[in-house]
T-cell receptor, first 115, second 114 residues
Framework: GAGVSQSPRYKVAKRGQDVALRCDPI?????LFWYQQALGQGPEFLTY????????KSGLPSDRFFAERPEGSVSTLKIQRTQQEDSAVYLC?????????????FGPGTRLLVL | AQSVAQPEDQVNVAEGNPLTVKCTYS??????LFWYVQYPNRGLQFLLK??????LVKGSYGFEAEFNKSQTSFHLKKPSALVSDSALYFC????????????FGSGTQLTVLP
């Protein structure tokens, strides 16, 4: 079946531009996660949704980062006034909810380069 | 706060030999532990997890991992390495009770030499 998809796969932005990254989770998955992976490092948690509710946004690095999932399915991560330090791969993951359903399945990521 | 350490940035092993990729963790209570693999320009692929039960967990592609509570370790193993196993491996931990915010290690690059 279809996995997690993300678009665009690559994005080049000039410093100061706004960007929007899209994630389509696996159908029926209640939980959705965003991670940021800098070059040569492991992914770092950004935020978590259960259906349309954003239950944890403790990992968002600044108020320039905003995520939404208005209908409990597709999610968008928006970065306003991009900075060079925002250059990274942004990974989306989804999972079912409940005991025994803890595995997060990841998409291919969006590679963002801010010039 | 929870943390994960992967002490080896790089592991080299000859094809056919057993491989081990090390992971230690720090978390209060009984953690959930995961291994993921990442191929170039691709996302993370799930290999296996420990939630509860048997300390030896078997996963995809012949990989297994042993949960050792006393040593706070969760090392990834495979009895016979393949060249196609060459990739970047990540260990991750989540707080007890739910797999929500995953904390990842820094990754270990495995190279299997033909």
């Amino acid at each position: 079946g279809a996995g997690v998809s993300q678009s665009p796969r690559y994005k080049v932005a000039k410093r100061g531009q706004d960007v929007a990254l899209r994630c389509d989770p696996i159908s029926g998955h209640v939980s959705l996660f965003w991670y940021q992976q800098a070059l040569g490092q492991g992914p770092e948690f950004l935020t978590y949704f259960q259906n349309e509710a954003q239950l944890d946004k403790s990992g968002l690095p600044s108020d320039r980062f905003f995520a939404e999932r208005p209908e409990g399915s597709v999610s968008t991560l928006k970065i306003q006034r991009t900075q060079q330090e925002d250059s990274a791969v942004y990974l989306c993951a989804s999972s079912l909810e409940g005991r025994g359903q803890e595995t997060q399945y990841f998409g291919p990521g969006t590679r963002l380069l801010v010039l | 706060a929870q943390s994960v350490a992967q002490p080896e940035d790089q592991v080299n092993v000859a094809e056919g030999n057993p491989l081990t990729v090390k992971c230690t963790y720090s978390v209060s209570g009984n953690p959930y532990l995961f291994w993921y693999v990442q191929y170039p320009n691709r996302g993370l692929q799930f290999l296996l997890k420990y939630i509860t039960g048997d300390n030896l967990v078997k996963g995809s592609y012949g990989f297994e991992a042993e949960f050792n509570k006393s040593q706070t370790s969760f090392h990834l193993k495979k009895p016979s390495a393949l060249v196609s196993d060459s990739a970047l491996y990540f260990c991750a931990v989540s707080p007890p009770g739910s797999a929500r915010q995953l904390t990842f290690g820094s990754g270990t690059q495995l190279t299997v030499l033909p």
